[in-house]
T-cell receptor, first 111, second 113 residues
Framework: QKEVEQNSGPLSVPEGAIASLNCTYSDRGSQSFFWYRQYSGKSPELIMFIYSNGDKEDGRFTAQLNKASQYVSLLIRDSQPSDSATYLCAVRAGGYQKVTFGTGTKLQVIP | DVKVTQSSRYLVKRTGEKVFLECVQDMDHENMFWYRQDPGLGLRLIYFSYDVKMKEKGDIPEGYSVSREKKERFSLILESASTNQTSMYLC????????????FGSGTRLTVV
């Protein structure tokens, strides 16, 4: 079992819709959770961080964490073609600085 | 903004060569990391460092070594390059707090022929 699992996609959504990206993790001791966006040919950039159960909102982005289900998600409201990218889920366990990445979900927003 | 600079965007090396990849960050971060990224395999951690002269093996350290003589610089060394080390190499840094994510460099696309 992979430590951090994501559906590779592609996930296609029409412009203006809500895109929902999901991630599960295996280490129950995980404490910090991140979402990175990676455009084709570019390096990942951090877009969201969450560490407590529930929702965290930042503009059009909402991260959701459910530690009991070992599940973290990213919602993108009013999706735009510029949101088309690969989204990487990343998990940090406890006090360790090492982060484990999922393989990413490719999102395509159709104009 | 934190800036992480990787010395080369593209490199082509021959099998058996010793290859040095350099990474410099300008925000006094304690932690630095080297990943490689391959299609279908995602980001895999090679080595990381949480302090000057300190290093820890990641998930795939074989065939690699690292050096961190100064806080701002973290070097990845391919002792004897092989074709299976053809990949995108990404350097990242972060501060010591658990809520801080990584800042990545722009990456080095290494091709070993």
């Amino acid at each position: 079992q992979k430590e951090v699992e994501q559906n590779s996609g592609p996930l296609s959504v029409p412009e203006g819709a809500i895109a929902s990206l999901n991630c599960t993790y295996s280490d129950r001791g995980s404490q910090s959770f991140f979402w990175y966006r990676q455009y084709s040919g570019k390096s990942p950039e951090l877009i969201m961080f969450i560490y407590s159960n529930g929702d965290k909102e930042d503009g059009r982005f909402t991260a959701q964490l459910n530690k009991a289900s070992q599940y973290v998600s990213l919602l993108i409201r009013d999706s735009q073609p510029s949101d088309s990218a690969t989204y990487l889920c990343a998990v940090r366990a406890g006090g360790y600085q090492k982060v484990t990445f999922g393989t990413g979900t490719k999102l395509q927003v159709i104009p | 903004d934190v800036k992480v600079t990787q010395s080369s965007r593209y490199l082509v090396k021959r099998t058996g060569e010793k290859v040095f990849l350099e990474c410099v960050q300008d925000m006094d971060h304690e932690n630095m990391f080297w990943y490689r990224q391959d299609p279908g395999l995602g980001l895999r951690l090679i080595y990381f460092s949480y302090d000057v002269k300190m290093k820890e093996k990641g998930d795939i350290p074989e065939g690699y070594s690292v050096s961190r003589e100064k806080k701002e610089r973290f070097s990845l060394i391919l002792e004897s390059a092989s074709t299976n080390q053809t990949s995108m190499y990404l350097c990242a840094s972060s501060s010591g707090g658990p809520s801080y994510g990584y800042t990545f460099g722009s990456g080095t696309r290494l091709t070993v022929v």
